[in-house]
């Protein structure tokens, strides 16, 4: 194995981490009657917004960090292997990939080498080499490192389409506690900067059609959910003021994966159910795309969400004052407000009742998923179902009753996932 390929082994393996792609997670050889293979390490699959799926090479500048926060695999007291690529190796091996249609885009991201501007300065380069060396045109997507002077965050984000600082931890106390080398100063000046950053070249752009684009995919952040005591509450109310105060994007949630041993974290062997990620996930979903405010979803006597219901029917559970909601008559805001319907069939049901009075058996050819409308939603006065949303055993039919086994995303699964559990939204 050449040294070049024992970087892309190790550095691809150690960015899998990072939620804010997902991983492809599977290896498979090549055979003499075959064609192609595929492999685990350095390739990942995301979603666009057109709902395409692109393939990157997801990896790390370097995995040789000067920090040691606790919950990371590649902190500094941590024993595992170490490497670092080369800006020149970093971005002809990438350009190499897209000219043999392995991938269509860099997802870059690394340790603290050195300093934040030392790994800054290699990261810019490395992309500076792809878009002006090799003339690159694909999507780059590069997570930026706390505490790294301004003129890094601004001379990345003229060459990548999405640029990210990962917050980390949903609170400035957990953060000193697990990383106490990030302040959270340098995690969120960044994100203001890089926000008032695109605010400015989006204006020049609107004034000179040759101004230069920033970031033009927006920013995005992570959090790492359970290696500490903080609560659901606490992790959505930090979600919504980070998409109110620097217009996030997106907040990618990550199920802490015990990868070593602390006083301060979970023991190894006990990982965090994905199910309370998924949850979060489906909560920040509801905020973003159906008009809930936090508080809404988890009310202050109750901060971690149930996790045998879906946010939006907890909610509706705790309101039965709001329905059954009519849908010949409902708002838009109110029709969203129903479990089982979306953004999606709201819109048909609006547009279908302005035609003909909508039936009960309409409602599913609109998109509307039954199995949870049914309980809530009303046409013409009558329910889908003979149960109302007031019957008192109303929770135990809607509750999910899940698998007992949990598969992580780095698991070999023989039989593939058609949608992994960290995507799946709620209606």
Partial sequence: MSSLERKLLTLGDAAKFDASCSSSGSTR????????????????????????????LKVLQSNNCCYDC?????????????????????????IEFYRRNYIEGLFLSSAVHRSPDYTMSMMHRTLYNLREVHKFCGYIHVKTI?????????????LADRISVNIELPTSDSLALLAPQKK??????????ISQASEMYLEDGKRFKSAPKFAPAGQSTQMIIGATPDTDRQVIMTSSALYKKFKMRRVYYSAYIPVGSHAVLPERGSPVPLLREHRLYQADWLMRYYNFQPGEIIETESPMLDVQLDPKCAWALRHPEFFPVECNAALPDDLLRV?????????????????????????????????????????GGQYASGIRHDHPLLREMLVERPDSSQITMFDRDPVPRLYPVSTVVTK
């Fill in 29 to 56: 050889p090549a055979r003499a009657d075959g064609i192609g293979n595929a492999f685990a390490g350095g390739i990942c699959h995301t979603w666009a917004a057109d709902g395409r799926c692109v393939s990157l």
């Fill in 70 to 94: 606790a919950y990371c695999v590649n902190r500094a007291s941590n024993d595992v292997p170490r490497a670092t690529f080369e800006p020149d190796e970093l971005s002809e091996l990438t």
């Fill in 146 to 158: 706390p505490g790294a002077d301004p003129y890094w965050i601004e001379a990345v984000g003229l």
């Fill in 184 to 193: 959270p100063e340098h995690i969120i000046t960044p994100m203001r900067l």
């Fill in 339 to 379: 479990p089982g319907v979306g953004v999606t069939s709201m819109r048909r049901i609006v547009a279908a009742r302005r035609q003909a009075k909508l039936r009960p058996e309409d409602l599913r050819k609109m998109g509307v998923v039954m199995k949870r409308a049914k309980y809530f939603l009303t046409a």
